[in-house]
Nanobody
Framework: QVYLVESGGGLAQAGDSLRLSCAASGRIDSVDLMAWFRQAPGKERDFVAA????????YYETSVRGRFTISRGGAANSVDLQMNNLKPEDTAIYYCAFRTGNRLIVSAIYSAGSYTHWGSGTQVTVSS
């Protein structure tokens, strides 16, 4: 079984930047989307950003648009999330997720249930 492994989380102050990385432990075929979700304590797992593997289209949650950038990593089946101008409300566990299979309709990209592979998460804590 192939796993996703996140790295790059940590402590930051408001206004700082962090870069998260995610890589697959092995080969994953037919990747349609690579995405990041986050989950704050006591809350649902929410969509942050996604990247279409074929074509490169990107999608962002409204509150991170203009501050976060999702991009392909340096290795195959890897994805990064550059987070700038961090805010305390960005504090959460950040999860990497891949979707394999047929091209997903845009409206479903924001749903965690659409993704087939998940990492175990990396903590990001932003202090004011």
């Amino acid at each position: 079984q192939v796993y996703l492994v996140e790295s790059g989380g940590g402590l930051a102050q408001a206004g700082d930047s962090l870069r998260l990385s995610c890589a697959a432990s092995g080969r994953i075929d037919s990747v349609d989307l690579m995405a990041w979700f986050r989950q704050a304590p006591g809350k649902e797992r929410d969509f942050v950003a996604a990247l279409r593997a074929n074509g490169g289209n990107t999608y962002y949650e409204t509150s991170v648009r203009g501050r976060f950038t999702i991009s392909r990593g340096g290795a195959a089946n890897s994805v990064d999330l550059q987070m700038n101008n961090l805010k305390p409300e960005d504090t959460a566990i950040y999860y990497c997720a891949f979707r394999t299979g047929n091209r997903l309709i845009v409206s479903a990209i924001y749903s965690a249930g659409s993704y087939t592979h998940w990492g175990s998460g990396t903590q990001v804590t932003v202090s004011s």
